[in-house]
């Protein structure tokens, strides 16, 4: 599939972005750079958030971008995930049909990322990419689906099965290892006998006011042999409370559902049933700021 036959993926620039790449600019030397450098921090920064809404990590402060020497030195705008390689996010302006590449990133990337500006900066389009270069130039109407790509970089979703085994990722602990104190931690999904629990530190970005959050998960097998499910995000102490706002929504195969902290609340939560095999998405969002977990029932 090439850009012409996909919709193309809008992400909203916000004031963060801009904070980064006006900083960013400020520090070069000449109005050309630092237009190469602003430009350059925002694609970075709009793939880094799209990214991350997927659930897939990145490194931006690994970045050469982010690099105060290397970003003046070269015209880079890397972005590092983890354990895959660096993908290349080159700006694209309006009206433009193709994208030059410097030298300096033509080689050691596992990818190269088109992203298009709105006239005012605001919003950028995720145009498509290509996973090898053997010119210096690339030809916007050749590049495939960002889909293709995602699929490469998407990681394996919790399997919730698994953990009837026995089997957990490393991160996510016994609830009473993560919620404090750890003689509070049990009250929290205990109408089932045979539920499973578990939980799992989230990071939404910069604490607020020094709280840190938990994403906590039981399941349980019903009559049914449907697999019942219940989402909670907690604060990490149990004597705070959530920030009002904070967002839980839980995207399921044929549905959705939300839930949303008011003053007060000390958690939220979502409970629902799937068949064995289904998948669903957890999302966690405060203002600009969200965690993404992908599951398989």
């Given at each position: 599939?090439?850009?012409?036959?996909?919709?193309?993926?809008?992400?909203?620039?916000?004031?963060?972005?801009?904070?980064?790449?006006?900083?960013?600019?400020?520090?070069?030397?000449?109005?050309?750079?630092?237009?190469?450098?602003?430009?350059?921090?925002?694609?970075?920064?709009?793939?880094?958030?799209?990214?991350?809404?997927?659930?897939?990590?990145?490194?931006?402060?690994?970045?050469?971008?982010?690099?105060?020497?290397?970003?003046?030195?070269?015209?880079?705008?890397?972005?590092?995930?983890?354990?895959?390689?660096?993908?290349?996010?080159?700006?694209?302006?309006?009206?433009?049909?193709?994208?030059?590449?410097?030298?300096?990133?033509?080689?050691?990337r596992i990818g190269y990322i088109a992203i298009q500006f709105s006239?005012?900066?605001?919003?950028?389009?995720?145009?498509?990419?290509?996973?090898?270069?053997?010119?210096?130039?690339?030809?916007?109407?050749?590049?495939?689906?960002?889909?293709?790509?995602?699929?490469?970089?998407?990681?394996?979703?919790?399997?919730?099965?698994?953990?009837?085994?026995?089997?957990?990722?490393?991160?996510?602990?016994?609830?009473?290892?993560?919620?404090?104190?750890?003689?509070?931690?049990?009250?929290?999904?205990?109408?089932?006998?045979?539920?499973?629990?578990?939980?799992?530190?989230?990071?939404?970005?910069?604490?607020?006011?020094?709280?840190?959050?938990?994403?906590?998960?039981?399941?349980?097998?019903?009559?049914?042999?449907?697999?019942?499910?219940?989402?909670?995000?907690?604060?990490?102490?149990?004597?705070?409370?959530?920030?009002?706002?904070?967002?839980?929504?839980?995207?399921?195969?044929s549905d959705e559902a939300e839930a949303i902290a008011r003053e007060?609340?000390?958690?939220?939560?979502?409970?629902?049933?799937?068949?064995?095999?289904?998948?669903?998405?957890?999302?966690?969002?405060?203002?600009?700021?969200?965690?993404?977990?992908?599951?398989?029932?």
């Open positions: 599939m090439t850009s012409q036959d996909m919709e193309n993926l809008e992400i909203t620039l916000g004031i963060k972005a801009h904070r980064f790449a006006s900083k960013f600019a400020a520090e070069q030397t000449t109005t050309a750079k630092s237009k190469q450098v602003y430009l350059n921090t925002l694609a970075v920064y709009a793939v880094h958030r799209y990214l991350k809404y997927l659930g897939i990590d990145t490194d931006l402060k690994e970045s050469d971008c982010w690099n105060p020497i290397l970003r003046h030195q070269w015209n880079v705008a890397d972005l590092i995930v983890p354990d895959i390689g660096t993908l290349e996010c080159r700006s694209v302006l309006p009206g433009e049909t193709t994208v030059s590449l410097p030298p300096e990133v033509t080689e050691d006239e005012h900066l605001d919003q950028v389009e995720l145009l498509g990419f290509t996973k090898a270069v053997v010119a210096d130039v690339l030809e916007i109407s050749r590049l495939r689906s960002v889909d293709d790509l995602i699929g490469e970089l998407s990681p394996q979703p919790v399997n919730l099965a698994a953990w009837f085994e026995g089997i957990f990722d490393e991160v996510w602990l016994a609830i009473g290892d993560i919620l404090l104190p750890k003689e509070l931690a049990f009250d929290s999904c205990r109408s089932h006998s045979n539920n499973i629990e578990r939980a799992k530190k989230i990071d939404l970005g910069l604490l607020v006011n020094g709280k840190q959050f938990a994403l906590v998960v039981s399941v349980w097998t019903e009559d049914n042999q449907e697999q019942g499910v219940i989402i909670q995000v907690r604060p990490i102490s149990r004597t705070e409370t959530l920030p009002p706002g904070l967002k839980l929504k839980v995207l399921l195969e007060a609340d000390n958690l939220i939560q979502l409970e629902f049933s799937e068949l064995p095999g289904k998948t669903f998405t957890v999302i966690v969002s405060l203002n600009n700021e969200f965690v993404t977990e992908n599951f398989v029932v």
